[in-house]
């Protein structure tokens, strides 16, 4: 016979009926239950009034939540004392801890992501991205030849060679290759590239420090002279002079040059001697500057920087 399940109004009803007279043998069979469960109500609910017994329930439901909740943050304090040295900023790096709840804990999918707080789409998701295989090792190639390049110097120059990629595709294959430029406390300059100029040292050919040319007229070299005036302030000359006939084509005077000063007078340069079809110089941070760079790809004019404290690299301002 299947048992029949009693709400707490039921058995106190029942007690009832004992108190008023009737024997315990015929309360059983008359509800079908047995003597040993009349007994254990009479031991729980005996004297008890219908309010007092849903109170004791509500209590006993009470309790039973606290306990379960105790359970959880304990388990929950043990799941983060399991994090506490791992980092979880990345993607990559919640899907590893949430693995690691489940495997040592024995913890559901859920609570494991509510503990690391991430979405469960996320430890689900499994990328589909191109391998960039050849992308990657452009990228490369070009961290090799420029040591001090950071992210955004090496994307213009593959832009310059027909990337199509954005900005933010090449700082995360960047980083993911590891190629981030170690910062230093004191300025040190770049080593330039190690490939040898194949251009021929004509007059009106090839500008060094400055401008180099394969192709075409007004050639010399580049490069910044400083000196400081009577009273303390100091001031540079940014000057240019042919590698050949040694020329002075450009001396330009002033407290402070940048990047964009040098393209500017370049540019002035070009339109009384020609342009020219490189450009070499060292690796100063003027001639190293994002300005310098969009220049150089606007006015399709390659530029080669030579060896850092390399006089002789055809940088002979």
Not at 110 to 133: L, N, S
Not at 147 to 165: A, I, K, N
Not at 183 to 204: D, F, M, Q, S, Y
Request: glycine share 8%.
């Amino acid at each position: 016979m299947k048992r029949t399940r009693f709400s707490d109004e039921q058995i106190i009803g029942i007690l009832a009926e004992h108190e008023a007279g009737a024997k315990c043998a015929d309360l059983c069979r008359k509800h079908g239950m047995s003597e040993g469960t009349f007994y254990n109500w009479k031991a729980k609910f005996g004297g008890m009034t219908v309010s007092e017994a849903k109170r004791l329930k509500a209590l006993e439901d009470e309790n039973a939540k606290l306990k379960k909740l105790l359970a959880e943050q304990m388990l929950d304090l043990a799941a983060m004392k399991e994090l506490v040295a791992k980092k979880m900023v990345t993607p990559a790096a919640k899907r590893e801890a949430v693995a690691h709840l489940k495997a040592l804990l024995g913890l559901s999918e859920r609570p494991a992501c509510q503990i690391v707080g991430a979405d469960r789409k996320m430890i689900r998701y499994q990328a589909q991205r191109a391998p960039d295989t050849e992308l990657r090792g452009r990228l490369r190639e070009l961290a090799n030849e420029r040591r001090r390049f950071g992210y955004r110097r090496l994307y213009v120059l593959l832009r310059r060679e027909g990337e199509p990629s954005g900005i933010n595709r090449i700082y995360r294959l960047y980083r993911e290759e590891g190629l981030m430029v170690r910062k230093r406390k004191a300025r040190r300059k770049a080593v330039g590239t190690r490939a040898p100029i194949l251009v021929e040292a004509r007059p009106n050919a090839r500008p060094s420090r400055g401008l180099h040319a394969n192709r075409c007229r007004a050639a010399g070299s580049l490069g910044f002279v400083h000196d400081q005036f009577a009273g303390g302030q100091r001031f540079r000359v940014l000057n240019v002079v042919d590698d050949v006939t040694r020329e002075c084509l450009a001396a330009i005077p002033d407290t402070s040059i940048s990047g964009r000063r040098v393209a500017r007078e370049l540019m002035a340069l070009i339109e009384r001697r020609g342009k020219p079809g490189m450009i070499v110089s060292d690796n100063g941070t003027e001639l190293t500057s994002n300005a310098i760079l969009r220049w150089c790809s606007e006015q399709r004019i390659e530029w080669h920087y030579i060896a850092s404290r390399c006089p002789t690299g055809s940088c002979a301002a």
